[in-house]
């Protein structure tokens, strides 16, 4: 389709799921239950966020663009 480059595609889909998860996070968070249970969960969240690093370091300085497409 040549919608754009496979990178730039990569990039925005990213930032697509990290913006919708934290808005699902949010709003799970504004009921008094779920923020008893985020104390104990919060390792997988920072898990989470350091993987999200490590995959957009590896995008930007390792993954050539065939490798995406």
Not at 3 to 30: C, D, E, K, W
Request: charged residues 15%.
């Amino acid at each position: 389709m040549k919608a754009g480059y496979p990178r730039h595609i990569a990039t925005t889909a990213s930032l697509f799921i990290l913006i919708n998860s934290i808005f699902g996070v949010a709003g799970q968070l504004t009921k008094n239950i779920v923020f008893d249970e985020f104390l104990n969960y919060w390792p997988l969240f920072l898990c989470v966020l350091l993987e999200g690093r490590l995959e957009i370091y590896l995008n930007i300085k390792f993954y050539l663009t065939k490798h995406l497409a």
